[in-house]
């Protein structure tokens, strides 16, 4: 239940949602101009490439608003709070690449090219409880800054590499805010319940790693693999796994 005068006193979430309203931007702050340094063929690769990171912004507006009232109504006003800046970071960042494409002149994949951009929505999607949805938000977030750090690199002084450098940093705060939500939660959690969150993370690297493969013209046309693509993201992630202290279930997934 939600109180009308909750003490609002975990300073930490409280930090977090400050910094997450100052850090507020528009798409006014971005050159859209910047497009001279991008051949036809980039320009084309690349909005096949977006395309499940395009999608991938919706799918993080649908859990954001997904998970916020399980945890507001479980006693964590302050974390919900930040949830609702989140809200608003992610609805700029689908905004955004809404207007890339438009400013590419591209278009994004068609989904029967990419069936499992929508088996990856569909998994992250499914019923559960919030320490698995900030879990899932977390591996998404992950997989976002991987891509829009290999397009800031590539492309630093266009319109593609401005915006996403410009998008990090918000991808940034969500991270922390997943670090003291996870970390708050997992030592309540049952072995078991925590072993599920290995599964959901095999299941959505299974998952990418079919989608990489579709993905393999268009990246090496950006002197990218799915390979290189997949090991980064999955060093990363196991960062996170073992900083949080999740234990290994006996079969998981390896790239
Ligand atoms: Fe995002
Ligand atoms: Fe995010």
Request: cysteine-free; charged content about 25%.
């Amino acid at each position: 239940m939600i109180q009308v005068d909750p003490a609002l006193s975990d300073e930490e979430f409280l930090r977090l949602f400050e910094k997450g309203i100052g850090a507020q931007w528009s798409s006014d702050q971005i050159d859209w101009g910047l497009v001279q340094g991008l051949s036809p063929t980039q320009k084309d690769a690349l909005g096949q490439v977006i395309t499940p990171v395009f999608l991938g912004e919706q799918t993080a507006m649908l859990g954001v608003s997904a998970v916020l009232p399980m945890i507001l109504t479980s006693g964590y006003p302050e974390a919900a709070l930040y949830l609702a800046s989140m809200g608003l970071d992610e609805a700029r960042h689908f905004r955004n690449l809404s207007r890339l494409y438009r400013t590419l002149e591209v278009e994004p994949l068609p989904s029967r090219r990419l069936p499992e951009m929508w088996r990856y929505h569909a998994r992250l999607l499914q019923k559960h409880d919030p320490v698995q949805w900030v879990f899932g938000i977390l591996i998404s977030d992950l997989f976002a800054k991987t891509f829009y750090g290999g397009f800031a690199e590539r492309f630093p002084d266009t319109v593609v590499g401005r915006l996403s450098h410009r998008t990090l940093q918000d991808e940034a705060r969500h991270q922390a805010f997943s670090d003291r939500y996870l970390n708050r939660m997992l030592p309540t959690m049952e072995p078991r319940a925590r072993v599920q969150l290995l599964v959901l993370r095999d299941d959505l690297f299974r998952i990418m790693e079919k989608l990489g493969e579709r993905l393999r013209g268009p990246m090496e046309t950006l002197d990218w693999s799915p390979e290189a693509f997949l090991e980064e993201l999955w060093n990363d992630t196991e960062k996170w796994v073992k900083r949080l202290g999740l234990v290994e279930a006996p079969e998981v997934f390896s790239p």
